[in-house]
């Protein structure tokens, strides 16, 4: 089945401690990118990726790091987490044409105490 | 940065009734329009992506696209109260890379 794998789910963390969300897709797609959802606010996009080892900011980078070593694989890091990352993320990936649009990840409830 | 617009809802119509739901954008040039569903809490959706101005149906589902107007709307026929969800206009814009712009999505309510 064709899929955007995140991990985890749901995330409680402290402040300051550093914590890793995955994304793997098995669509052989060459674009990647990671957005945060708000009340209000919509889809923000944090970093986006264009092909492995092309990587570049979206409308929100700060506070966040990525990157994209194998194709499939497009992780999102966040060093010192604040309280104000506490969102929900989704992770979607094209094709190169982007004819169909993105196909989005399950999404991962982050809360940063 | 280019915007997409929707009026936030709810828009609240009877089972059975069209629904009707309306985007504007910012960026002339776009080219590719797309419509997603969204559940509390889960994923976006793809329902319909449009590129030619017109109409293009898919079962219950029509886009309709006016770039003249700058103008994308999604009718939904039929409306059954599992259609109760936000839906989420997106542009992709003009750059030549795959990023999609959203609206900040629709509530639509379909009640029994």
């Known amino acids: 089945e064709a899929q955007v794998t995140q991990n985890p789910r749901y995330l409680i963390t402290v402040t300051g401690k550093k914590l890793t969300v995955t994304c793997s897709q098995n669509m052989n797609h060459e674009y990647m990118s990671w957005y945060r959802q708000d009340p209000g606010l919509g889809l923000r996009q944090i970093y986006y990726s264009m092909n492995v080892e092309v990587t570049d900011k979206g409308d929100v980078p700060e506070g966040y790091k990525v990157s994209r070593k194998e194709k499939r694989n497009f992780p999102l890091i966040l060093e010192s987490p604040s309280p104000n990352q506490t969102s929900l993320y989704f992770c979607?990936?094209?094709?190169?044409?982007?004819?169909?649009?993105?196909?989005f990840g399950s999404g991962t409830r982050l809360t940063v105490v | 940065q280019k915007e997409v617009e929707q009026n936030s809802g709810p828009l609240s119509v009877p089972e059975g009734a069209i629904a009707s739901l309306n985007c504007t954008y910012s960026d002339r040039g776009s080219q590719s329009f797309f419509w997603y569903r969204q559940y509390s809490g889960k994923s976006p959706e793809l329902i319909m992506f449009?590129?030619?101005?017109g109409d293009k149906e898919d079962g219950r589902f029509t886009a309709q696209l006016n770039k003249a107007s700058q103008y994308v709307s999604l009718l939904i026929r039929d409306s059954q109260p599992s259609d109760s969800a936000t839906y989420l206009c997106a542009v992709k814009e003009n750059t030549g890379f795959q990023k999609l712009v959203f609206g900040t999505g629709t509530r639509l309510l379909v009640s029994p």
């Open positions: 979607a990936s094209s094709s190169t044409t982007g004819a169909r649009g993105y196909t």
């Open positions: 449009i590129y030619s101005n």
